[in-house]
């Protein structure tokens, strides 16, 4: 049995090709057609899709039978507009393009964000669905009129393999017009926004085998039409899902270029300071639990910033050596915690105050301040970032009892060291396939299987190391968090 996980992201489009063990048998990855106009970032949906069709055909060449299963994982808050004869109007809008302030404004002017919460799981803000589709229906009316269905980018997919038009809870999530208690469509929130009701898909949970491929699809991809497809979901859900999530308490941390913190509670908030501190609920796929996100705009990014920015000649002699430039830095003899603070807003700031304005700064520069000192500063501030979260979740009753990572920055043993002893938690890492992808596996297997996820997980997903935390540097950390916490409040007028 051969299973298709296909991720299609921001940066680039992503597919594997998995045995039933969970083995890679063979990938393909392409850059995401993303681009900007008039101030608009958007990812194209046509290339998009010619790219998703191309991944599948260098994967079914490589498989010794026919593929069962096909599932997506995919960025969330972008939609295509389709028209009555099924075919896309627009491009998928990214959640950083700097559009539905206006139109967050109008929906608060008719509704408070606390009773927002209650329905949607989140407040308002301009990076969800619901603003973008208000600025299309002012801006560009003859689209908008043009509309008959909504659909989210993963799904987008699946309705291209099979001509079936749906949505899954986690992806619905991000538009602010779902219901989160009844997982169903709100007509409130959608009649706030002066929305037409009937554009929007039925909903599913994601690991749902909503169809099969289509005898069009079948000749674009060289899928059988025999194989299933799933009705898929929100990349974050799915790396939860792929890093072995199962259960109350547990939490994933996926650092790349920005850092997110996944958690798990099986309760729905009743204190507003948790949708006031920019938390969202996500129902998960696996019945009553809930997901919330923890995250940073920059995380990696920071590092590339170091190696761009502050050494790039170095970084020259460091690669002609045949050396990686982040291990070499990474491997340096630190002393920590450091003797800097990094407010790590380089880029806005994610929760808990998506505050877009806000910009990064470095405290306690001297003369004897080095590169290296500033490397691992970089690290301790992203983390004491998503430990200002985690903090903030256990007030409103969230707690992370155990935390596994993944993404580009488990790869640094430095790093992980730092995390474990910001967040006073042990640390684990997988050896099993990570990311989205794996998320996909697993959704296929249960579709195919009927087995319960806590059964796949304790046979795909493995433990590689376990991370520990040294209760000497803990308390150190401590310290310097508390001087953390103050620097956003102290400066974040300043340069506005």
């Given at each position: 049995?051969?299973?298709?996980g296909?991720?299609v992201?921001?940066?680039?489009i992503?597919?594997?090709?998995?045995?039933?063990e969970?083995?890679?048998?063979?990938?393909?990855?392409y850059?995401?057609p993303t681009?900007l106009e008039?101030?608009?970032?958007?990812?194209?949906?046509k290339?998009?899709?010619?790219?998703?069709?191309?991944?599948?055909?260098?994967?079914v060449?490589r498989?010794?039978e026919d593929?069962?299963c096909?599932c997506?994982?995919?960025l969330g808050?972008?939609?295509a507009?389709?028209?009555?004869?099924?075919e896309?109007?627009?491009?998928?809008?990214?959640?950083?393009?700097?559009?539905?302030?206006e139109?967050?404004?109008?929906?608060?002017?008719?509704?408070?964000?606390?009773?927002?919460s209650?329905?949607?799981?989140?407040?308002?803000?301009?990076?969800?669905?619901?603003?973008?589709?208000m600025?299309i229906?002012?801006?560009?009316?003859?689209l908008?009129?043009?509309?008959?269905?909504?659909?989210?980018v993963?799904?987008?997919?699946?309705?291209?393999?099979?001509?079936?038009?749906?949505?899954?809870y986690s992806?619905?999530t991000r538009?602010?017009?779902?219901?989160?208690?009844?997982k169903?469509?709100?007509?409130?929130?959608?009649?706030?926004?002066?929305?037409?009701?009937?554009?929007?898909p039925?909903?599913?949970?994601?690991?749902?085998?909503i169809?099969?491929?289509?005898a069009?699809?079948?000749?674009?991809?060289?899928?059988s039409q025999n194989?299933?497809?799933?009705?898929?979901g929100?990349?974050q859900m799915?790396?939860?899902l792929?890093?072995?999530?199962?259960?109350?308490?547990m939490?994933?941390?996926?650092?790349?270029?920005a850092?997110?913190?996944?958690?798990?509670f099986d309760?729905?908030p009743?204190?507003?300071?948790?949708?006031?501190?920019?938390?969202?609920?996500v129902?998960?796929?696996i019945?009553g639990?809930y997901?919330?996100?923890?995250?940073?705009?920059t995380?990696?990014?920071?590092?590339k910033w170091?190696?761009?920015?502050?050494?790039?000649?170095?970084?020259?002699?460091?690669?002609k050596?045949?050396e990686?430039?982040y291990?070499?830095y990474?491997?340096?003899?630190?002393?920590l915690?450091?003797?800097l603070?990094?407010?790590?807003?380089?880029d806005?700031?994610?929760?808990?105050y998506?505050?877009s304005?806000?910009s990064?700064?470095?405290?306690?520069?001297?003369?004897?301040?080095?590169?290296?000192?500033?490397?691992?500063?970089?690290?301790?501030?992203?983390?004491?970032?998503?430990?200002?979260?985690?903090?903030?979740l256990?007030k409103?009753?969230?707690?992370?009892s155990?935390?596994s990572?993944?993404?580009?920055?488990?790869?640094s043993?430095?790093w992980?060291?730092?995390?474990?002893?910001?967040?006073n938690?042990?640390?684990k890492?997988?050896s099993?396939?990570?990311?989205?992808?794996f998320g996909?596996?697993?959704?296929?297997?249960?579709?195919?299987?009927?087995?319960?996820?806590?059964?796949?997980?304790?046979?795909?997903?493995?433990?590689?190391e376990?991370?520990?935390?040294?209760?000497?540097?803990v308390?150190?950390y401590?310290?310097?968090?508390e001087?953390?916490?103050r620097?956003y409040?102290a400066?974040?007028?300043?340069?506005r």
């Amino acid at each position: 049995m051969k299973i298709i996980g296909i991720d299609v992201g921001t940066s680039m489009i992503k597919g594997q090709l998995l045995s039933e063990e969970g083995a890679i048998c063979f990938s393909s990855e392409y850059p995401s057609p993303t681009y900007l106009e008039n101030g608009i970032s958007f990812l194209s949906t046509k290339e998009s899709e010619e790219i998703v069709y191309r991944i599948i055909n260098e994967l079914v060449k490589r498989s010794d039978e026919d593929v069962s299963c096909v599932c997506f994982s995919s960025l969330g808050e972008s939609f295509a507009l389709l028209d009555e004869d099924g075919e896309s109007i627009n491009d998928f809008i990214l959640f950083v393009s700097d559009l539905g302030e206006e139109e967050c404004n109008q929906v608060r002017n008719k509704i408070s964000d606390e009773e927002i919460s209650q329905i949607a799981g989140l407040i308002p803000n301009r990076m969800f669905s619901f603003s973008k589709l208000m600025w299309i229906k002012k801006n560009k009316r003859e689209l908008y009129n043009s509309t008959s269905k909504f659909v989210m980018v993963a799904q987008y997919m699946v309705y291209r393999l099979t001509n079936t038009i749906c949505c899954d809870y986690s992806l619905a999530t991000r538009t602010m017009l779902f219901d989160v208690k009844n997982k169903k469509w709100s007509k409130k929130l959608i009649d706030i926004c002066d929305l037409d009701s009937s554009i929007f898909p039925d909903l599913y949970p994601a690991d749902k085998i909503i169809g099969r491929v289509s005898a069009e699809a079948s000749r674009k991809t060289g899928l059988s039409q025999n194989c299933a497809v799933l009705v898929s979901g929100h990349d974050q859900m799915m790396a939860t899902l792929g890093a072995g999530v199962y259960q109350n308490g547990m939490a994933n941390d996926g650092t790349g270029t920005a850092e997110c913190l996944t958690v798990t509670f099986d309760h729905i908030p009743t204190d507003f300071n948790f949708y006031k501190n920019n938390f969202c609920i996500v129902p998960y796929i696996i019945d009553g639990l809930y997901l919330t996100y923890a995250f940073t705009s920059t995380a990696g990014a920071l590092l590339k910033w170091h190696r761009n920015y502050l050494s790039p000649l170095e970084r020259e002699e460091i690669e002609k050596d045949g050396e990686d430039y982040y291990s070499h830095y990474s491997n340096a003899d630190i002393n920590l915690p450091t003797n800097l603070l990094v407010l790590p807003h380089f880029d806005g700031t994610g929760t808990p105050y998506l505050d877009s304005s806000s910009s990064g700064a470095i405290l306690g520069l001297s003369q004897k301040t080095t590169k290296e000192e500033i490397y691992f500063a970089l690290m301790e501030g992203s983390s004491f970032e998503i430990n200002l979260c985690i903090d903030l979740l256990k007030k409103s009753g969230i707690n992370v009892s155990s935390l596994s990572v993944n993404g580009g920055g488990a790869k640094s043993s430095s790093w992980l060291k730092i995390k474990a002893n910001v967040f006073n938690k042990d640390i684990k890492t997988l050896s099993s396939p990570e990311g989205g992808i794996f998320g996909c596996f697993l959704m296929s297997m249960k579709a195919i299987t009927n087995l319960s996820y806590e059964k796949l997980i304790k046979k795909y997903v493995k433990t590689k190391e376990i991370i520990r935390r040294d209760e000497n540097l803990v308390n150190k950390y401590k310290a310097n968090f508390e001087k953390y916490k103050r620097i956003y409040p102290a400066i974040k007028n300043i340069w506005r």
